[in-house]
């Protein structure tokens, strides 16, 4: 059986569902983590046993939810959390950078000092990271000691390591490197502008899928799950649905595909190209992130200000 916990920023507790039996309980009696401006940040990840989550200040959860730590990370808007393995990792924030923790959260050091940082990507080892910025992407090979510019970008798309290769969206293409970061290639298929959240399939290395929820871009009115089976030489846009449908956030499990909407959350079982409302709490747009561990669907949302 699988099941989903989710988290709303500032507004519910968190709820756990049964997928078979489509029944949502709630596990939290209240809110639980701290946001200063509901309407901006929140990110969950899930690595090696513990669950990292947070809004506005980062906690962590090794039973699935249903008690929660804080950490010593400093507070801020969080867009993103990444972890190496249970002690390694880091947390993207909006005007402070990027912060690093190798000891399961007890300290974190402020490796980069930046306007703003989107998503990260550890390389085949720890010491290799790459983060999205507002301006460009950062590498560091020596565990943040040193940071040196490694690609242009005005856009803050997502990037993502798979078998020693980065993957990083920059508009509406794929670009790929594998050394690193040193060099890219683009692919020549083209999916849509801002869109800030995908998933790799679990079983096919090719396949991924990118939501486009088409809210912040005037003439971008094509909202819907672009899915590509070849590592971006053609997208297909799936389940087109008007402004406002899809709340921006996506992920994958070994049993199916999951992504948010305005009135619950969509499944799909074949690879998207059909989807069902499974319930669950209505969404908001723009709202990051769903987190995927194998069998089990872990979700924590928060919404996040989109500065251009």
Not at 139 to 158: D, H, I, M, S
Request: charged share 15%; hydrophobic share 35%; proline share 4%.
């Amino acid at each position: 059986m699988c099941f989903a916990v989710v988290a709303l920023l500032s507004a519910l507790p968190l709820c756990v569902q049964s997928l078979r039996a489509q029944q949502w309980q709630r596990v939290t009696t209240k809110p639980i983590f701290w946001m200063s401006n509901a309407i901006s940040g929140g990110a969950m990840t899930y690595k090696d046993g513990i669950v990292w989550a947070g809004a506005g200040d980062v906690k962590k959860s090794t039973d699935l939810g249903l008690t929660w730590t804080a950490t010593s990370c400093p507070k801020g808007v969080v867009y993103r959390i990444v972890f190496f393995n249970d002690s390694i990792g880091v947390v993207c924030m909006l005007g402070y950078g990027v912060f690093l923790t190798t000891d399961q959260g007890t300290k974190w050091s402020h490796v980069l000092d930046s306007t703003s940082t989107y998503d990260a990507a550890f390389g085949v080892t720890p010491d290799t990271i790459l983060v999205t910025t507002y301006q460009d992407l950062r590498r560091t090979t020596n565990r943040g000691a040193k940071w040196t510019y490694c690609y242009g970008t005005a856009e803050l798309g997502p990037i993502s390591s798979r078998n020693g290769t980065f993957y990083y969206k920059n508009h509406s293409r794929l670009f790929a490197s594998t050394n690193a970061g040193t060099s890219w290639g683009s692919q020549p298929g083209v999916a849509d502008y801002d869109c800030h959240s995908w998933s790799f399939d679990s079983c096919d290395a090719s396949t991924i899928y990118v939501v486009d929820e088409a809210l912040y871009w005037p003439d971008d009115t094509d909202a819907g799950m672009y899915v590509t089976r070849d590592l971006g030489v053609t997208w297909s846009l799936r389940n087109p649905q008007p402004r406002g449908y899809y709340c921006g956030n996506i992920a994958t499990s070994n049993l199916a595909i999951y992504t948010q909407i305005s009135n619950g959350v969509l499944c799909s079982s074949n690879k998207g190209v059909t989807w069902r409302n499974i319930g669950g709490p209505a969404g908001q747009p723009d709202q990051q992130v769903l987190r995927v561990r194998l069998g089990h669907l872990k979700r924590r949302v928060g919404q996040r200000d989109r500065r251009r």
